[in-house]
């Protein structure tokens, strides 16, 4: 009897424990390379006797999590934190569950290291609500090496030579561009080709002001065809392939090239391939000089006093210099602080780098309409529903062009 009892207390205290130093994390970084940069999430916050409770969600770009997420808080059972895009982060500081995270913040420093085009997404109404933990792109083409030396192909300078690119590769024999036929990475693509055919201004206008003209002009005519002429270089089972499977077809000499943003890298580093030696990352043809980014962030929910220690440690750590650096080498992205050293990072990495910051000071840092940066969900949502019908045929680039600026117009 009394051995029970001292079981009984014993257990209590150390589930009490356990509580008070877990985290618990809703994300969708479930791919091998996004799983390896999640480690180091984890040892660091190991390291700071921080536990982690994994809440793992899969889908790129984050529907699923995001649906997973308001199930969690509508059920009063919010998590520690969670992984989140741009424009939804605003949503969740009016919805108002999320946690205070000034103190934090001021006491590291936060808004004179993160540069503002994160910031305005990490704060709601003034006040720190979510930790960026990276900066990501879009606009990038992920190539095989040992395919274009073996047909002596140079990397495009714009979108003609890109198709003389892909005629090759597909003459050759392989899947010219390795795709996965989900909405989400049709509307990564996107991304690209709009920044390409129309420029940075039209980007701006088209995605992020949502002008009406801009979004029914004749450029975005020639947006959609220039999609119609990519999706004829997919192969035969693209639909609702994985986007890190899509990766694993460059990786493994299957294909000639990915479209997609620079999570991609993580995949063909955690397949212990080198940039320059076994793939080559460039910027999408046309768009070099302007980056469509996006940024992880951490939105911290309201937690019992219990859990705030440990999730103040989470944002604190998610933040650090020396993490920065780690966990952005294996993610692929690049950090969410302008005083991180470039020196861990290898040359795509080194590139994502410069380029943020040459974007950032010449005002072509855009935000990705596919990853939540340039529109509320509602609107992308809409983009996606009509890139995606487009893409799989059922609409000509005319009618797509119709369709968007009613899908557009009818979401706001
Ligand atoms: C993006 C996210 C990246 C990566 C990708 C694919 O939305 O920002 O970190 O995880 O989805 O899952």
Redesign the pocket.
């Known amino acids: 009897m009394l051995k029970k009892i001292a079981f009984a207390v014993a257990v209590s205290a150390s589930a009490g424990a356990y509580a008070a130093d877990n985290v618990e994390v809703l994300h969708?970084?479930?791919?091998g390379g996004?799983a390896a940069a999640l480690n180091v999430l984890k040892d660091d916050l190991s390291g700071n006797g921080v536990t982690w409770q994994d809440m793992p969600v899969a889908?790129?770009?984050?529907e699923g999590a995001m649906t997973v997420l308001r199930a969690r808080v509508t059920a009063n059972n919010a998590p520690t934190a969670a992984?989140m895009?741009g424009f939804d982060i605003q949503d969740w500081g009016a919805q108002g569950s999320a946690a205070d995270l000034n103190s934090v913040a001021q006491a590291e420093n936060w808004d004179a290291v993160v540069p503002s085009a994160l910031q305005r997404f990490s704060k709601y109404d003034g006040q720190w609500i979510a930790a960026p933990v990276?900066v990501?792109s879009t606009n990038w083409v992920w190539a095989n090496k040992k395919i274009f030396d073996e047909l002596g192909l140079a990397m495009p300078l714009n979108f003609d030579q890109l198709i003389d690119a892909l005629d090759a590769i597909k003459a050759a024999g392989y899947t010219a561009f390795a795709h996965g036929g989900q909405a989400?990475q049709d509307a990564t693509v996107f991304d690209s080709v709009v920044l390409s055919t129309g420029g940075v201004d039209f980007y701006r206008q088209s995605m992020i002001d949502l002008d009406a003209e801009a979004l029914g002009s004749d450029t975005m005519k020639t947006v959609f065809e220039r999609m119609g002429k990519l999706a004829s270089y997919v192969d035969d089972n693209f639909s609702g392939r994985d986007?890190?499977l899509a990766s694993a077809m460059v990786i493994n000499n299957e294909a000639g090239i990915q479209i997609m943003?620079d999570?991609a890298k993580?995949e063909f580093l955690n397949a212990g391939k080198v940039p320059g030696q076994d793939f080559m990352c460039f910027r999408f043809p046309g768009t070099a000089g302007a980056v469509t980014f996006?940024?992880?962030q951490f939105v911290m929910f309201k937690v019992g006093d219990d859990r705030q220690k440990a999730q103040g440690e989470m944002a604190k750590a998610v933040l650090s210099p020396g993490f920065q650096s780690a966990f952005n080498v294996v993610?692929g992205?690049v950090p969410a602080r302008t005083d991180v050293s470039d020196a861990d990072f290898d040359d795509c990495g080194k590139k994502g780098m410069r380029d943020l910051a040459d974007a950032n000071a010449n005002g072509t840092l855009l935000g990705s309409m596919?990853?939540?940066h340039a529109a509320p969900a509602a609107v992308k949502n809409a983009v996606y529903d009509v890139v995606t019908a487009h893409f799989n045929g059922e609409y000509s680039a005319e009618d797509a062009v119709a369709e968007l600026v009613a899908a557009v117009s009818d979401a706001q």
């Open positions: 969708w970084w479930t791919s996004e889908g790129g770009g984050g992984q895009l990276n990501h989400w986007w890190n943003g999570w993580g996006n940024s992880d993610k992205s596919a990853h939540g």
